[in-house]
């Protein structure tokens, strides 16, 4: 089977860096992907994550280590906007769809 | 418009009532998925079409969810006889490709289903 450990939440300061971890197990690894998910709206796509190492985008950074089933989001200079729902998620063993975590609900404070 | 719609954005049915909830995914996208949202949950995979092919079903809870692709556009899921822990936000995706991996998936907005 497949599961997916994220904290349910988490506070952090405007202006801060915040590092939201993701675990997860699964067969045949097929790369992890973050979204980004506002009350209410839809999620969107943030990060892919197939090899070693951390990618870089803009303030977003998402890191993998695939030997300790880890992921993390590291979001820097945190703007009131980025208040919102970070979804860990993984393709599915032998299907199309994604099998995502439980979602950890950021709330930045000022 | 360039992504994906959901309609109606929200309904509220009562216990017993049949709904019809319709995805207008991204046009010339292959993959459509359809997933469920509890409140205070991650998305969980219903039903996948790739085109009109309906090839996975099985996250659908029970046989009163039933979903169609009839063109391999707009999608249609249906919910017969709704009951109270039907309630969530149904989400549908669609993705261009088929294969595996870095297959980005296009969220629509959700459609909020109350039941009561």
């Known amino acids: 089977g497949q599961n997916i450990d994220q904290p349910t939440e988490m506070t952090a300061t405007e202006g801060a860096i915040v590092q939201i971890n993701c675990t997860y197990q699964t067969s045949g690894f097929n790369g992890l992907f973050w979204y980004q998910q506002h009350a209410g709206e839809a999620p969107t796509f943030l990060s892919y994550?197939?090899?070693?190492g951390l990618e870089e985008k803009g303030r977003f950074s998402s890191f993998l280590s695939r030997s300790k089933g880890y992921s993390y989001l590291l979001l820097k200079e945190l703007q009131m906007k980025d208040s919102a729902s970070y979804l860990c998620?993984?393709?599915?063993?032998?299907?199309?769809?994604?099998?995502f975590g439980t979602g950890t609900r950021l709330t930045v404070i000022p | 418009g360039a992504g994906v719609s959901q309609s109606p954005r929200y309904k509220v049915a009562k216990r017993g009532q049949d709904v019809a909830l319709r995805c207008d995914p991204i046009?010339?996208?292959?993959?459509l998925f359809w997933y469920q949202q509890a409140l205070g949950q991650g998305p969980e995979f219903l039903t996948y079409f790739q085109n009109e092919a309906q090839l996975d079903k099985s996250g659908l809870p029970s046989d009163r969810f039933f979903a169609e692709r009839p063109e391999g556009s707009v999608s249609t899921l249906k919910i017969q006889r709704t009951q109270q822990e039907d309630s969530a936000v149904y989400l549908c995706?669609?993705?261009?490709?088929?294969?595996?991996?870095?297959?980005?998936?296009?969220f629509g907005p959700g459609t909020r289903l109350t039941v009561l």
């Open positions: 046009s010339g996208h292959v993959s």
């Open positions: 995706a669609s993705s261009l490709v088929v294969a595996s991996g870095n297959n980005e998936q296009f």
């Open positions: 994550n197939v090899l070693d």
């Open positions: 998620a993984v393709p599915s063993t032998g299907a199309n769809n994604l099998f």
